[in-house]
T-cell receptor, first 117, second 111 residues
């Protein structure tokens, strides 16, 4: 198994649909992240889960709903999205140091390419 | 959010040429990371620099952290087509697990 696995790799949905993105990490890390990557823009941090607890919600619209049932799995539930939400959604994991609180290395999945029609 | 500006936005060079990519900010970072992202893949960490003035070498790649820890550069010597990709810099503040990313530099190395 590769380190961080995301499914599906590609998703096309209408604005009224409900879908979910899934992420699984096999690295034993204690933190997981959702990032949004749009063309010519910096990666935008959406959510952070540290030891399964959500520690960051970066002003993300409520049409994006994260779920972290355990330290290895992370979901992003999508509903009533807008065309401007079309982007590459990247999941990442890292091992947070309790002592330093630094992120350390982020291990990314291959991303889920989302298109909202 | 601490802003990181990367330049140039796009760079296209011939195989064997050298290139430099810059990452600048008005903020001080406790550490700075460089990632490379190939088409259809997620970013992969290349290096982390933590000390002002630090220089790290990774084969043909040379990374430098500015003395004031506000900027960084990536220099590639004798570029190869395999160096093609999106290069991202990301900075971390003190006691802050949130990384701020630049928009990236798209590098294309032509054979």
């Amino acid at each position: 198994e590769t380190g961080v696995t995301q499914t599906p790799r590609h998703l096309v949905m209408g604005m009224t649909n409900k879908k979910s993105l899934k992420c699984e990490q096999h690295l034993g890390h204690n933190a997981m992240y959702w990032y949004k990557q749009s063309a010519k823009k910096p990666l935008e941090l959406m959510f952070v889960y540290n030891f399964k607890e959500q520690t960051e919600n970066n002003s993300v619209p409520s049409r994006f709903s994260p779920e972290c049932p355990n330290s290895s799995h992370l979901f992003l539930h999508l509903h009533t999205l807008q065309p401007e939400d079309s982007a590459l959604y990247l999941c990442a994991s890292s091992q947070l140091s309790v002592a330093s609180a630094n992120t350390g290395e982020l291990f990314f999945g291959e991303g889920s390419r989302l298109t909202v029609l | 959010t601490q802003l990181l500006e990367q330049s140039p936005q796009f760079l296209s060079i011939q195989e064997g040429e050298n290139l430099t990519v810059y990452c600048n900010s008005s903020s001080v970072f406790s550490s700075l990371q460089w990632y490379r992202q190939e088409p259809g893949e997620g970013p992969v960490l290349l290096v982390t620099v933590v000390t002002g003035g630090e220089v790290k070498k990774l084969k043909r790649l040379t990374f430098q952290f500015g003395d004031a820890r506000k900027d960084s550069s990536l220099h590639i010597t004798a570029a190869q087509p395999g160096d093609t990709g999106l290069y991202l810099c990301a900075g971390a503040g003190s006691n802050d697990y949130k990384l701020s990313f630049g928009a990236g530099t798209t590098v294309t190395v032509r054979a």
